[in-house]
């Protein structure tokens, strides 16, 4: 497809479980960003990936939480341990020129 | 550091009147500024940027924004509401990194 997607839409989890989040970018795109957003909070950044250079991680909130991309595309947000206030909705985005984020239909996870 | 302040997390506004969205923000660099719009349960949409130029911003869905450097401001506008306008708006900032900072978000409610 032409946008960015995310995988899966839902996921609902029990407090303690890994769960793995998915983006697959627009072809071509270099720049993928992780976003989440919740009540409290409203939008927050978490994670930036150019291209073949060192992630930007210093929007990650705890060491439960990591991300990688593989073959500079797809790119999967993992959340160790969840507890209930990782519950959110995670936005990915990807970038071209002038950084205009172009982003996906978010994954709403719920922790039980 | 940027940061984003939208005045009013909710807008009420007659069918066919103006929409007025405010936004403020803070920079140490030339920002490039945007706004996106959020439907309920979907990703964010890119309504218009400004990165350099003409300071009057015109988007899609007929919205238009003018980033005035003295006042620190990206208002957003529409003449004739419609009843699509209906949605949660976001302004947001960019330097010369890659990070969006996003502000609060404007909830718009549409009356007939």
């Known amino acids: 497809g032409a946008g960015v997607s995310q995988s899966p839409s839902n996921k609902v989890t029990e407090k303690g479980k890994d769960v793995e989040l998915r983006c697959d970018p627009i072809s071509g795109h270099t720049a993928l960003y992780w976003y989440r957003q919740s009540l409290g909070q409203g939008l927050e950044f978490l994670i930036y990936?150019?291209?073949?250079?060192?992630?930007?991680k210093s929007g990650l909130p705890s060491d439960r939480f990591s991300a990688e991309r593989t073959g500079g595309s797809v790119s999967t947000l993992t959340i160790q341990r969840t507890q209930q206030e990782d519950s959110a909705v995670y936005l990915c985005?990807?970038?071209?020129?002038?950084?205009?984020?172009?982003f996906g239909p978010g994954t709403r996870l719920t922790v039980l | 550091a940027q940061s984003v302040t939208q005045l009013g997390s909710h807008v009420s506004v007659s069918e066919g009147a103006l929409v007025l969205l405010r936004c403020n923000y803070s920079?140490?660099?030339?920002?490039?500024l945007f706004w996106y719009v959020q439907y309920p349960n979907q990703g964010l949409q890119l309504l218009l940027k400004y990165t350099t130029g003409a300071t009057l911003v015109k988007g899609i869905n007929g919205f238009e924004a003018e980033f005035k450097k003295s006042e620190t401001s990206f208002h957003l506008t529409k003449p004739s509401a419609h009843m699509s306008d209906a949605a949660e708006y976001f302004c947001?900032?960019?330097?010369?990194?890659?990070?969006?900072?996003f502000g609060a978000g404007t909830t718009v409610t549409v009356r007939a």
């Open positions: 920079s140490s660099v030339p920002p490039y």
């Open positions: 947001a900032v960019s330097s010369n990194d890659y990070k969006l900072s």
């Open positions: 985005a990807s970038s071209g020129e002038y950084n205009e984020q172009f």
């Open positions: 990936f150019q291209g073949n250079s060192a992630p930007d």
